[in-house]
Nanobody
Framework: QVQLVESGGGLVQAGDSLRLSCAASLRTFSNYAMGWFRQAPGKDREVVAT????????HYAASLKGRITISRENDKKTVYLEMNSLRPADTAIYYC?????????????????WGQGTQVTVSS
């Protein structure tokens, strides 16, 4: 059974940084594209960042570009999301997702496997 387990969320102050991690139980992790998405209360789930099989194939949400970095360690079957200069508007549940096709798509519907999410709360 595929499992994606996020960690690293929490309550921080505006301007702080966080590093989210997602550990995957995917046998062929390196073949999957991975993505980070977030969902704030009352809003749709939106893409934050994605990374393809190749670590140089990345996509960042325009509103977050410059403040976030996605990376992966295939030998550890883990994907990371570094977030800097956090703002209250970044408050959301952050989800990790895996795409079997291996392409760093930004569409929620393209991702086959999802984690349970980790809460990030940024206070002003």
């Amino acid at each position: 059974q595929v499992q994606l387990v996020e960690s690293g969320g929490g309550l921080v102050q505006a301007g702080d940084s966080l590093r989210l991690s997602c550990a995957a139980s995917l046998r062929t992790f390196s073949n999957y594209a991975m993505g980070w998405f977030r969902q704030a209360p009352g809003k749709d789930r939106e893409v934050v960042a994605t990374i393809g099989r190749r670590v140089d194939h990345t996509h960042y949400a325009a509103s977050l570009k410059g403040r976030i970095t996605i990376s992966r360690e295939n030998d550890k079957k883990t994907v990371y999301l570094e977030m800097n200069s956090l703002r209250p508007a970044d408050t959301a549940i952050y989800y990790c997702a895996a795409d079997t096709a291996g392409l760093p798509t930004t569409r929620v519907s393209d991702y086959d496997h999802w984690g349970q999410g980790t809460q990030v709360t940024v206070s002003s």
